[in-house]
């Protein structure tokens, strides 16, 4: 765990030190803004109509996901993406990107989560059944 987080700090710190990069908070699909998704989408289309529906949806979902490791790491409770089915899920990003073109999509995945997505507590970690036999070889 502590491996973990030590990655987590030091990943941007060694970002920060280089000189030849711009800053960089978001990469990928969410940092395009709410009009690129305006102008190849419109209410109604679904997330696997294209290759540009399909990998914005993508980002969204691995966003969500990141930051539910993260969460669950830090507070021991998570989002639950499984609150509303994955179409709902890209009928809010496409409606809140029609309301916001100005914003970007990573902030349309992140009003997802906080509108629609319910959090819940993680339950406790569970061993591998596989690390607890290899306990009981070395006895």
């Not at 294209?50 to 830090?74: C, L, P, Y």
């Not at 970007?104 to 690390?131: F, G, N």
Request: include cysteine; charged fraction near 25%; glycine fraction near 6%.
């Amino acid at each position: 765990m502590w491996m973990l987080r030590a990655i987590l700090v030091l990943l941007p710190l060694a970002a920060l030190n280089s000189q030849l990069h711009a800053e960089v908070f978001i990469e990928g699909h969410g940092a395009n803004s709410c009009a690129f998704l305006n102008t190849n989408v419109r209410p109604g289309d679904g997330w696997a109509r294209d290759a540009i529906t399909e990998g914005v949806f993508s980002w969204v979902q691995g966003f969500m996901s990141g930051v539910n490791v993260v969460k669950r790491e830090d507070s021991k409770r998570y989002f639950d993406l499984s609150a509303i089915g994955r179409d709902e899920q890209w009928a809010y990003v496409v409606e809140f990107c029609h309301h916001n073109p100005d914003r970007d999509i990573s902030r349309a995945a992140a009003d997802l989560m906080i509108s629609r997505l319910r959090l819940i507590s993680a339950p406790p970690p569970t061993k591998p059944a596989h690390r607890q036999e290899n306990k009981r070889d070395l006895k």
